[in-house]
């Protein structure tokens, strides 16, 4: 009788290598872009081994800033990071505050 293994991965986020969550996305997106942008380098003429030092370089960058970041602000914390600079710090009410301590006669007339 065979015995199958039960996938208790259920639920959980994608993780490869220690990249969890957007940065393997971002880390596979910018991978791509990379060796786009080096082969259009190549095709335009550009030194071969120009071409090959720019790509390491900017490889070698990438997966640094890549898994530099996994490690500081974890699965969500790049969400969380992009919330909070879209989120004001501050309320600034720029109306008299004796527009708020008068009614409307209008209203308490109807």
């Known amino acids: 009788m065979n015995t199958y293994n039960i996938n208790k991965g259920i639920g959980r986020t994608v993780e490869f290598k220690g990249l969890k969550a957007q ?3 971002i880390f ?3 991978l791509l872009g990379l060796l786009i942008v080096v082969m259009i380098m190549y095709m335009a ?3 071969t081994y120009f ?3 720019s790509g390491g370089i900017s ?3 990438l997966i640094w800033q890549t898994f530099s970041l996994n490690r500081k602000y974890g699965e969500h914390g790049l969400m969380k990071l992009g919330a909070s600079q879209k989120h004001p710090r501050y309320i600034i009410s720029r109306k008299s505050i004796f527009r708020y301590l008068k ?3 209008k209203k ?3």
Do not use: I
Request: aromatic fraction near 10%; include cysteine.
């Open 23 to 25: 940065y393997l996305f």
């Open 28 to 30: 596979a997106g910018g």
């Open 45 to 47: 003429g550009v030194r």
């Open 51 to 53: 071409c090959l030092g």
């Open 59 to 61: 490889a070698s960058l």
């Open 103 to 105: 009614s409307n006669s």
């Open 108 to 110: 308490a007339a109807a």
